[in-house]
DNA sequence: TTTAGCACTCTTTTGGGGTGAGTGCTACCA
DNA sequence: TGGTAGCACTCACCCCAAAAGAGTGCTAAA
């Protein structure tokens, strides 16, 4: 563990807080002005070599100012940065911002993505993963074909899902329906996740023994919620804010940034890593997360919101290394504590 | 209407292929080496100062060559460029993308924008408007509270569409049942656009006079179908195609651009707008089309696509303005029709 | 330990001359 | 009279050199 001195610290925060404010190089002049302990800008060139030597700053050329590395944001990040608390009309904001969204949760979703990009101008991002923690509510089949059938799997919290299914044998309607009250009796309220052992003690019971076809039913709910488990909505909106930071004005990095943006099945990846890594907020620094290689300038600030205990999903916002995180960290937190409160009543009905 | 020459066309011609293929402004040199008339430099200038006067050729700066005008390329597009043929080989690949598709027609959608996105090279759209073409498959009522119905509505295509309406009445989930039952069996196959005849018809005849109950839910069928017919869905794809073209080298402009991607409701105003205006491809420049007034330098070709005689949305591709149209024509209109073909077939079920 | 001073480095900006593509015009030719 | 050759002219673009500016590292002094 690195160990810095009182000043040290003060000195790359400045530095840091400069940077994210400017993007430009900062030079010691700048530091010895504008930070309150009265030193030459000549000692501040003193710490920031020290600074420089432990890997925590960089100089782009001999005589250009320094710009935080991602090891001296990972630091600030972690022992330096104290987190802004936000305004009570600030809360209200983002309260009143998300209350008044249709209830239909896809919207409710977007909406919660759009607000985070608007709100600290950079790329929002909500992953809405795999029903897996949601519970069961209905399931409606469709007869499509005589052998094709649709399958919808409706979650408590009204999230659907569509499924075909391919059946081997010839099937009637008037059968499916049969299915549909059998399984949605024998299915309600069960988690997703236990849907799987509540259907094999069914096929065990007595009843399925009897009924061949019931255990075809079951067979097919079976696999529609494998692929419904393995199914995640990701909602990115306000990609062109990105645009607006100097440091992408290159047309190069903006391409890579956008593409990667296109392969949502990455950006899924690279969030559900996040969810499962950790239950409180967390910080993406480009290089530090393998899937972030594509883009090692950007930056991701994530938090899970959740139902009780039990993780639901991911939100957060995607920018550039240099971001307000003083600002955008409590934005996030505030905003997944109160999207969890809004899934809690919408899941009681 | 302006009266061309032979010559004049075959000038116009030349370089508008010129311009689309390097995107440079073109001299009077290139045309007469390239084009097969043997004239001289100074003839094809003599051709062009008047083609300029004509308002077809515009010049950047005095010692420059020209680039076409929109009243040119439209020109151009009308009466002068001749389709290519789509081999058949490339038509074969534009099947195999479409059929090896899942069957749920989302992805199905999404698939076709983004084929086109790739084929073309450009940014491709999707538009499946509103329902209002569909035929009426089923419909479910779930309760999600005392007051609260979430309404599910399935087309015969295989479109879902959710909404959740608010009863002024306290309700059950059997009452519900029984609800969507009935209703599910009078309107079986009934156009969504007809079904607001058919349930004032419905509330007419004796039964509905005779039950409350089921008068409440055709109502409740009437506003959710309402909803559902307002919706529209539209799938971009492929907007970092546009990256490439080097007329939007400057991050201003993309900017413009990719914002203009996001407000998706003028999107689907702009395609809707096409959709009205004609049966067959369409080609919209920048300035004409008052929706493109944010992006005077792009341009959009559009089909619908359609069951029978019925539209039932738009697919297209947008580019700059300097896009390959004579490839981009067939490949838009072969993908409509195919895109056709392949719904008919999933709404015979 | 801090500071002032100074030489040095490297980027960025500015301006001017050269180059090349392309034009418009005029005179000439079939 | 329509086409062509020639020529002067106009710009945009590139290159280069010089100047400006920001910031550093080092040294010597407080």
New binding site residues.
Partial sequence: MIELTQRDQIVLEAIINDYIETGE?V????ISKRSAM??????I??V??DLEEMGLLH?P??????IPTVKGLRLYLDSIMRSRQLGGHEKERIRDALQNRPQDITELLRGTSRLLSQYCRQAGVVLWPKLSIASFKHIEFLRLGPFDIMVILISKAGFIHQTHIESKEEIAQAELDKYSLYINEILRNVPLSRVNQRIREEMESEKALFDRLFSRALQIVNRAIQYAIEDSEIYIEGQTNLLDNPEFAHVEQMRRILQAFEDKSKMIRLLDETLKASTGIQIVLGTEGELLREWQEMSLVSAPFRRGDTPLGVLGVIGPLRMDYSRIIPIVEFTAEFLSQMLEIADEG
């Fill in positions: 190089p030079g010691s002049r700048t009265n030193v030459s800008p000549a000692t060139r003193n920031m070599a100089q050329h001999t005589s250009a100012g320094r």
